[in-house]
């Protein structure tokens, strides 16, 4: 059976496992290929995944439903993937361009990419983009979300939404054409 977030949320009143399992079972692909597109390393993004998912079983029992279950746990991917980032810059003091290169090689290298040469072409496209961009143009293009979704879940107006995607659509654009 395939249950509503709102059943699922009922549920894990009374049997939290059971409901923690469904819900996982529910998003985990979702959630794994958003955080996938962020990090492009399949050993990072299962890592985050986890954490993920950790933090929601953590805080599930305090989730007042303001949002949409989907968005809250969109919320903590993108922000377990931003963070997760944002450490590897710190840790390694390595500038943003030079991490996003060091992805960009990731993902010419990976076994598990099993694209041709104009989506990997479009890959590296995303990759120049600045983060908030790149996280914005992947859950339009990809997760085909609506402005408004999305809206929730980075905390920032449609309208800025719609322009940032534009930038990045134009961006990428010129990526491809030059490259």
Not at 145 to 172: F, M, N, Q, R
Request: aromatic residues 12%.
């Amino acid at each position: 059976m395939d249950y509503s977030d709102k059943e699922l949320l009922e549920l894990f009143k009374t049997n939290s496992s059971y409901a923690f399992n469904l819900l996982v079972r529910k998003y985990q692909k979702q959630i794994y290929w958003h955080v996938r597109r962020i990090v492009i390393v399949h050993d990072d993004a299962n890592d985050i995944v986890q954490n993920t998912f950790i933090k929601v079983w953590e805080n599930l029992k305090n989730f007042r439903e303001e949002s949409k279950l989907y968005t809250w746990l969109y919320q903590i991917a993108t922000n377990e993937s931003i963070n997760f980032l944002k450490k590897k810059r710190t840790k390694f003091f390595i500038p943003i361009i030079d991490v996003e290169s060091e992805l960009s090689q990731k993902l010419e290298d990976n076994n598990c990419f099993s694209g041709n040469q104009i989506q990997l072409k479009l890959q590296k496209a995303i990759l120049k983009l600045p983060e908030k961009q790149r996280i914005i143009f992947n859950m339009r293009y990809f997760d085909e979300l609506p402005y408004e979704k999305i809206s929730e879940i980075l905390g920032t107006t449609v309208g800025g939404l719609k322009a940032s995607y534009h930038h990045a659509v134009k961006k990428i654009e010129k990526f491809v054409i030059e490259n």
